[in-house]
């Protein structure tokens, strides 16, 4: 089945580390994007990428890097990991060819805390 | 103040209840209003979308956008516990050009949370 798959599911890390939460699809979209979720602030985007040449900063970039390694491949690095960034991370997906929605499909999200 | 607005609930209401979640927003600019489904440990899902104004019906779920007041709402008739999830409203501008790309940012509501119980 064509999906979107993020790896690690779940992480627990300590402040000051290096983090990488990688994304997997086999969609064959184009575009992909990383939210985080918060309870009572809903999903805001931190980047997002429409081909591997193309990176773009979302709402909230800081303390956040990112790699488009690949159509398929999309990964998020936090490079000094902080409390605050304790949050459900979502990689997305969406079809340049879909011309009126632009639906994203998202996938299983990543369950991160840092302490 | 935040552009879209969303009650997070929690929601908690008997099977075959007719079911009401809003979100208000105040970018007018915003064309395209959508309601994701998102069950625990899963990520969000689309439902249903609308187009500028008026209803769209979908089997038990109708989403009414309202643009004059800057309202929307999704109505879920005959609430099963299969309901049972967040809902998130999403609204998206027409698309704009970045980088010479056509794109649509979606913004998001804060997410209800909806339990339907037998």
């Known amino acids: 089945d064509a999906d979107v798959t993020q790896t690690p599911r779940n992480r627990i890390t300590k402040t000051g580390k290096r983090i990488m939460l990688e994304c997997s699809q086999t969609?064959?979209?184009?575009?992909m994007y990383w939210y985080r979720q918060d309870p009572g602030l809903g999903l805001r985007l931190i980047y997002y990428s429409f081909d591997v040449k193309d990176i773009n900063k979302g709402e909230i970039s800081d303390g956040y890097s990112v790699s488009r390694q690949a159509q398929a491949k999309f990964s998020l690095s936090l490079e000094s990991a902080i409390p605050n960034q304790t949050a459900l991370y979502f990689c997305a997906t969406s079809d340049l060819r879909a011309r009126e929605i632009d639906e994203q499909f998202f996938g299983p999200g990543t369950r991160l805390t840092v302490l | 103040q935040k552009e879209v607005e969303q009650d997070p609930g929690p929601l908690s209401v008997p099977e075959g209840a007719i079911v009401s979640l809003n979100c208000t927003y105040s970018?007018?600019?915003?064309?395209?209003f959508m309601w994701y489904r998102q069950y625990s440990r899963k990520g969000p899902e689309l439902l249903m979308y609308?187009?500028?104004?008026g209803n769209k019906e979908d089997g038990r779920f109708t989403a009414q956008v309202d643009k004059s007041s800057k309202y929307i709402s999704l109505f879920i008739r005959d609430s099963q516990p299969s309901d049972s999830a967040t809902y998130l409203c999403a609204m998206k501008l027409v698309r704009s050009l970045v980088g010479g790309t056509s794109y649509g940012k979606l913004t998001f509501g804060q997410g209800t949370i909806l339990t339907v119980h037998p």
């Open positions: 609308t187009y500028s104004s």
């Open positions: 969609k064959g979209h184009d575009r």
């Open positions: 970018n007018s600019a915003f064309q395209y």
